[in-house]
């Protein structure tokens, strides 16, 4: 297998490992709490405290990935979240546990946007899409197979085996990543700016905690408010920072780009709907429909399988429409199938659920491809770091906000209804509020040029210049035609 589809298969093992390990404890915290001797609630510090080492360590994976090489920080990240794997298998204490937590999330903040930066540094950019459908994939199978996957091995095995699973996995990436990929650094790294990380840091730490608590239940509402509140003080005052230092942690003069921005602004909108699938759809099925965890992981796993299906399919499509007409349709449809969970109540036939959900799974893929595709489009390799870097933090922000908004419609339903119990009916608001706000996103889409990405998608200017001049030409025989008409009828 040539290095064109060996890498991506190297750093989609590493994603799907971070991806599917950030999930998979959900279901298996009561068999490890009872077993280090605390309560559940208590254990979920252990997924909040991941989630706050991603969003402080990622704005630094940039330079790291320049100064020390691209390869050299991948493999490192895989080793510290083995580590952190491994200390979470041998905990003892909820202290212990949330300081392997921590860790292993320090190494999934350098494994996702380095990870990434390999692929765009090895990887021709005519060969991109195809590339980026193996990175999209994982992201989208490891938060749905996650809680199936950790419900099976807790009840039928360990829980410790949730995270030794990782060991055999992370040892053959770096095995192949040292073999694989090449050692590419920065020549010329740039200052590392302390002070803007700190900023970025404590702003992404504040607003992403914050709004991931939101979502679990797990501290009031005022509290929740003022951690996201200074992390938008911290935000700000980092975004004052930027536009005084030439090398900033977060650059965000990369929005000038016409597809960066729409990947930035359109992706954050179609990521937050979306992203609340994995947290609503689980509990509609679980305290909806009385379904048990596993079966609802495995309704739940259909998406995948439509994910998956799309795999095969996605540099066609693009190549056929283009990124900007693609982008812009299938965000309305992916947006479609999302509000169709709305429909759903304990008489609709699973078969019927099973299919909205996988079909609705190919669409949404096949849009996450695109826009992880598309943002690099008209980015330069001295900038690249500085893109992935952006990227990923944009997509953890969208996935903490997609599960706050999720909950908060939740919740404000009860307080409508004025009920205390969640039943299968209180979800459909929150479905069609998430699908509305996936949907504006296509306004974003199509601000983009025409021939967006032609690049990376394969469709030529030519083609598309020559398919404008086919439509105007059209047009002017039309127009000419019905003059001559009227001429006829004047003489």
């Given at each position: 297998m040539?290095?064109?589809?060996?890498?991506?298969?190297?750093?989609?093992?590493?994603?799907?490992m971070?991806?599917?390990?950030?999930t998979?404890?959900?279901?298996?915290?009561?068999?490890?709490a009872?077993?280090?001797?605390?309560?559940p609630?208590?254990?979920?510090?252990?997924?909040?405290?991941?989630?706050?080492?991603?969003?402080?360590?990622?704005?630094a994976s940039?330079?790291?990935?320049?100064?020390?090489?691209?390869?050299?920080?991948?493999?490192?990240?895989?080793?510290?979240?083995?580590?952190?794997?491994?200390?979470?298998?041998?905990?003892?204490?909820?202290?212990?546990?949330?300081?392997?937590?921590?860790?292993?999330g320090?190494?999934?903040?350098?494994?996702?946007?380095?990870?990434?930066l390999?692929?765009?540094?090895?990887?021709d950019?005519?060969?991109?899409v195809?590339a980026?459908?193996?990175?999209?994939?994982p992201?989208?199978?490891?938060?749905?197979?996650?809680?199936?996957?950790?419900?099976?091995?807790?009840?039928?095995?360990s829980?410790?085996?949730?995270?030794?699973i990782?060991?055999?996995?992370?040892?053959?990436?770096?095995f192949?990543?040292?073999?694989?990929?090449?050692?590419?650094?920065?020549?010329?790294?740039?200052?590392?700016?302390?002070?803007?990380?700190?900023?970025?840091?404590?702003?992404?730490?504040?607003?992403?905690?914050?709004?991931?608590?939101?979502?679990?239940?797990?501290?009031?509402?005022p509290?929740?408010a003022?951690?996201v509140?200074?992390?938008?003080?911290?935000?700000?005052l980092?975004?004052?920072?930027?536009?005084?230092?030439?090398?900033?942690?977060?650059?965000?003069?990369?929005?000038?780009?016409s597809?960066m921005?729409a990947a930035?602004?359109?992706?954050?909108l179609?990521?937050l709907?979306?992203?609340?699938?994995?947290?609503?759809?689980p509990?509609?099925?679980?305290?909806?429909?009385?379904?048990s965890?596993?079966q609802?992981?495995?309704?739940?796993f259909?998406?995948?399988?439509?994910?998956?299906?799309?795999k095969?399919?996605?540099?066609?499509?693009?190549?056929?429409?283009?990124?900007?007409?693609?982008?812009?349709?299938?965000?309305?449809?992916?947006?479609?199938?999302?509000?169709?969970?709305?429909?759903?109540?304990?008489?609709?036939?699973l078969?019927?659920?099973?299919i909205?959900l996988?079909?609705?799974?190919f669409?949404?893929?096949?849009?996450?491809?695109?826009?992880?595709?598309?943002?690099?489009?008209?980015?330069?390799?001295?900038?690249?770091?500085?893109?992935?870097?952006?990227?990923?933090?944009?997509?953890?922000?969208?996935i903490?906000?997609?599960?706050?908004?999720?909950?908060?419609?939740?919740?404000?339903?009860?307080?409508?209804?004025?009920?205390?119990?969640?039943?299968?009916?209180?979800?459909?608001?929150?479905?069609?509020?998430?699908?509305?706000?996936?949907?504006?996103?296509?306004?974003?889409f199509?601000?983009?040029?025409?021939?967006?990405?032609?690049?990376?998608?394969?469709?030529?200017?030519?083609?598309?210049?020559?398919?404008?001049?086919?439509?105007?030409a059209?047009?002017?025989?039309?127009?000419?035609?019905?003059?001559d008409?009227?001429d006829?009828?004047?003489?």
């Open positions: 040539d290095k064109q589809r060996l890498i991506p298969l190297i750093v989609a093992t590493a994603l799907f971070e991806n599917m390990d950030s998979v404890i959900a279901t298996s915290l009561p068999a490890i009872a077993d280090i001797g605390t309560s609630l208590t254990l979920k510090l252990a997924i909040t405290s991941y989630l706050l080492s991603l969003a402080v360590f990622i704005p940039g330079w790291t990935a320049d100064r020390f090489g691209a390869r050299m920080v991948f493999t490192i990240a895989v080793a510290v979240f083995m580590v952190g794997s491994i200390g979470c298998a041998l905990s003892q204490s909820v202290t212990h546990f949330v300081i392997a937590r921590i860790l292993q320090m190494g999934g903040a350098m494994m996702t946007p380095v990870g990434r390999v692929l765009l540094r090895s990887i950019k005519s060969a991109l195809n980026m459908t193996w990175v999209t994939v992201a989208l199978i490891g938060p749905v197979i996650g809680p199936p996957l950790g419900g099976f091995i807790t009840t039928y095995f829980w410790h085996w949730i995270f030794l990782n060991i055999p996995i992370g040892l053959l990436g770096i192949l990543a040292m073999k694989y990929i090449d050692p590419i650094k920065s020549e010329d790294p740039e200052r590392f700016d302390l002070y803007g990380l700190v900023l970025a840091g404590t702003g992404l730490a504040g607003i992403a905690f914050g709004l991931s608590v939101a979502g679990l239940n797990l501290l009031p509402w509290i929740i003022g951690l509140a200074v992390g938008s003080i911290s935000m700000t980092y975004v004052m920072h930027a536009r005084r230092t030439g090398s900033p942690v977060l650059d965000f003069s990369l929005l000038r780009l597809t921005r930035i602004i359109g992706g954050f179609f990521r709907g979306i992203g609340a699938l994995p947290f609503l759809l509990l509609l099925m679980q305290v909806g429909f009385g379904l965890p596993f609802s992981g495995l309704v739940t259909s998406s995948a399988v439509g994910a998956m299906g799309m095969t399919l996605a540099a066609r499509i693009i190549r056929t429409f283009g990124f900007r007409n693609m982008m812009t349709i299938n965000a309305v449809v992916s947006s479609v199938f999302l509000a169709a969970c709305a429909l759903f109540t304990i008489t609709t036939p078969l019927l659920i099973f909205i996988v079909v609705g799974g669409f949404r893929s096949l849009q996450f491809t695109a826009i992880n595709t598309v943002a690099y489009a008209e980015v330069e390799p001295p900038q690249m770091s500085r893109a992935t870097t952006l990227v990923s933090v944009n997509q953890q922000l969208a903490s906000a997609g599960v706050a908004v999720g909950a908060f419609c939740v919740e404000s339903t009860l307080a409508l209804r004025h009920a205390t119990e969640l039943t299968a009916d209180v979800f459909a608001p929150a479905f069609i509020v998430v699908s509305i706000i996936s949907a504006v996103s296509a306004w974003f199509w601000q983009m040029p025409d021939d967006a990405g032609h690049e990376i998608s394969g469709r030529s200017a030519v083609e598309i210049s020559s398919r404008k001049g086919a439509a105007k059209a047009v002017k025989a039309a127009s000419e035609g019905t003059q008409a009227r006829q009828r004047l003489g």
